[in-house]
């Protein structure tokens, strides 16, 4: 299991780049893992998880979370419009409000629950046609929308172009963050998560370098 060796390494990045210790949420990415593999980790005292698939979580975590109190559940993956309901049940925080449609439904449920999760603006940070997310040219009027639907915005969340520098993508998203008056920036993953903390990240999302490799099969 590597969850010692990446707080390890969480720590030192914090300390190299003058953050307090402790300032980093690190969100340990559990879709698809076997349940040996998160069970050794939850028993290691982790309790910050992150999820893609409603289905799949509403599967494995209402027994995790009665044997293990204090879980948080972050929701990683695209959100249908039509799974919101349930992944309202089921998360503490959904990192992919990504388009106005998912915006406005969520406003209608948050006003009937009176909680809202954490949420970050999930942000199309390089552009790609292929990639979910709010162009960053739009990002500023997004977040305003959302605020004026009453919706609390925590911060913003990016998935650099794979294979590319991240450095200038990061920088990129903290300056719409810094500019929209967010504090959270929900990026860095297994490749590149000590980058993201130099630059900034509040919340990094670390899947295989905790668990290993997943496996599709
Ligand atoms: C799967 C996933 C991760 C974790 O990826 P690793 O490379 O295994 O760390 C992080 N963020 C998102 C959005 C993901 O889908």
Same mark, same amino acid.
């Given at each position: 299991?590597?969850?010692?060796?990446i707080k390890r390494r969480i720590a030192a990045a914090e300390a190299a780049s003058g953050r307090a210790a402790?300032?980093?949420?690190?969100? @340990?990415? &559990?879709?698809?893992?076997?349940?040996?593999?998160?069970?050794?980790?939850?028993?290691?005292?982790?309790?910050?998880?992150?999820?893609?698939?409603?289905?799949?979580? /509403?599967?494995?975590?209402?027994?995790?979370?009665?044997?293990?109190?204090?879980?948080?559940?972050?929701?990683?993956? %695209?959100?249908?419009?039509?799974?919101?309901?349930?992944?309202?049940?089921?998360?503490?925080?959904?990192?992919?409000?990504?388009?106005? &449609?998912?915006?406005?439904?969520?406003?209608?449920?948050?006003?009937?629950?009176?909680?809202?999760?954490?949420?970050f603006v999930q942000v199309n940070i390089g552009a790609e046609p292929q990639k979910a997310g709010i162009l960053?040219?739009?990002?500023? /009027?997004?977040?305003?929308?959302?605020?004026?639907?009453?919706?609390?915005?925590?911060?913003?969340?990016?998935?650099?172009?794979?294979? @590319?520098? %991240?450095?200038?993508?990061?920088?990129?998203?903290?300056?719409?963050?810094?500019?929209?008056?967010?504090?959270?920036?929900?990026?860095?993953? &297994?490749?590149?998560?000590?980058?993201?903390?130099?630059?900034?990240?509040?919340?990094?999302?670390?899947? &295989?370098?905790?668990?290993? @490799?997943?496996?599709?099969?």
């Open positions: 299991m590597g969850l010692d060796d402790g300032a980093v949420t690190l969100i @340990a990415v &559990s879709k698809v893992q076997p349940q040996g593999r998160v069970e050794a980790v939850l028993d290691a005292g982790h309790r910050t998880f992150g999820e893609n698939y409603v289905q799949e979580a /509403a599967a494995k975590w209402p027994a995790w979370r009665d044997r293990f109190p204090g879980v948080e559940l972050h929701m990683i993956g %695209p959100l249908q419009t039509n799974k919101l309901k349930p992944a309202l049940e089921l998360f503490d925080a959904i990192h992919t409000l990504d388009r106005p &449609s998912l915006a406005q439904k969520l406003a209608r449920q948050v006003q009937q629950r009176g909680t809202c999760p954490q949420l960053p040219g739009d990002a500023d /009027a997004f977040v305003a929308d959302c605020q004026a639907l009453d919706l609390t915005i925590r911060g913003l969340m990016c998935i650099p172009p794979e294979d @590319a520098d %991240p450095v200038p993508h990061f920088r990129a998203l903290r300056g719409i963050a810094a500019r929209n008056g967010l504090a959270g920036l929900s990026m860095g993953m &297994s490749a590149d998560f000590e980058t993201a903390i130099a630059e900034g990240a509040t919340h990094i999302r670390v899947g &295989s370098a905790i668990f290993g @490799a997943r496996d599709y099969g």
